[in-house]
């Protein structure tokens, strides 16, 4: 009997790795697997009377499983496993095999292995990958990047498991080398911003103004049938209403407040801070999820350090409405600031992307999906070549009717002692982007007179260097 050949590989059979499978499966596509983990391939296995996949268990096995040329996806942690599974799969590999790098790798590492495998004629693609396990079983947001014949080889694959935004398959082809982790990692800096809003926003409502965990559950399933809109703000409100099941009391009570990360947010300012972009939301979102792991330090401090009582006496329902539409214009900002970056970038790296299928491509299957996304893509489809999202005719306007509410909020932090970084720094971010002069002609003289690093004048070309503080005559 002919040995059945399958048409797509995936290495990493992990949650993630797991439930792509299926969702390849579902659509008609047959897959085989492997994990240095077997007990993985077992489970996988045990799919085979309804899907048509099979587990194998070394690499040669798994590399003469597949049709040829091989398409094979990598769902395996980002950093040197993904270089140790490139070598161990090498040998097994023939001309026009495509790997596809389906993790968070940094896009440094991503560009490097393009170059490394081009040489042996292997294609390699970076594919941003969103949605969680539900995403990657029901359809998540793809973000692919790399050669666009090798796109094009897969595309009939991508289109049919992503997730669908009004009918369109949430995948586009987004551009050459590194572009689609590119994209990627500043997704991940979205919602590492996205998430801090809102946990800014949790201890208003709960630390200052009270409110149980019922309350909290009412506010936020609200706010999602408004402009807020949300996976993020959604999931938020089923959180309030999650018992424990050790305790019974409400699981999110009994969470230490001490947040982790895996690197893309970092990544994200990082390098928004080597090409020069604004991007200070993201910034505080990473610092704040370092300033929770101080725990020890917090518990000493919280003794020492004076400050108001982090209460707030006004009417509950008040604080709700103003902060909902605070929230609203911080999240643009934080969209205004990443498309900044990847405009950028796109120029930097020569990516060519389109902001306006990456909007699209966001709106659904993704951790950051938002109804906000539909006005975003709008206002890039319509006026491509705007600076700044804050500056469209869809934003303008919006941002002009809510910054009071962000003013309002702020103020209430600072007047309770709560922390808002993140909802600070979007409302300093639009205040220092509509200011037509900002304080640094001071800044430049005090490094032209300590450092003799020069300026440029307001009245006349060139640059000049004063001797400062010598006797004037
Ligand atoms: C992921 O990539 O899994 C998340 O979107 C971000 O993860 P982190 O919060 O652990 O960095």
Known sequence: MEKRLYDYGMIGLGTMGRNLVYNMCDHGFSVAGFDKDFSKVEIL????????????????????????????????????????????????????????????SHYSDTN???????????????????GGESGARNGPSIMPGGSKKAYERVAPLLEAISAKAKGEPCVAYLGPGSAGHYVKMVHNGIEYAFMQLIAEAYQLLKQGAGMSNDQLHDIFLKWNDGSLKSYLVSITSDIFKQKDNLTGNRLVDMILDSAHQKGTGAWTTEDAMALQVPVPVIDVAVSMRNISILKEERLVAQKQLQGPDMKIN????????????????????????????????????????????????????????ASVLDDIMAAVTTQPALSNLMLSEVFKEKLAGLQENARQIVRTGINTGIPLPALMASLSYYDSYRSGWLPDNLLQAQRDYFGAHTYERTDREGTFHTEWNQKQH
């Open 45 to 104: 296995e045990k799919g085979k009377g309804i899907y048509k996949i099979c587990g194998a268990h070394n690499l040669k096995e798994f590399a003469d499983a597949l049709k040829k040329p091989r398409v094979i996806l990598l769902l395996v942690p980002a950093g040197s496993i993904v270089d140790s599974v490139i070598n161990k799969l090498k040998p097994w590999m023939s001309k026009n095999d495509l790997v596809m790098d389906c993790g968070n």
């Open 314 to 369: 006004i009417d509950k329902q008040k604080l709700a409405d103003t902060l909902e539409n605070a929230l609203y214009f911080s999240i643009i900002t934080v969209f205004a600031q990443g498309m900044a970056l990847l405009r950028n970038a796109s120029d930097a790296y020569q990516y060519d992307l389109k902001l306006e299928d990456i909007a699209g491509i966001w709106r659904e299957g993704c951790i950051i999906r």
């Open 112 to 130: 490097l292995r393009i170059k490394k495998l081009e040489k042996e004629k292997i294609h390699f693609m970076g594919v941003g990958i969103s």
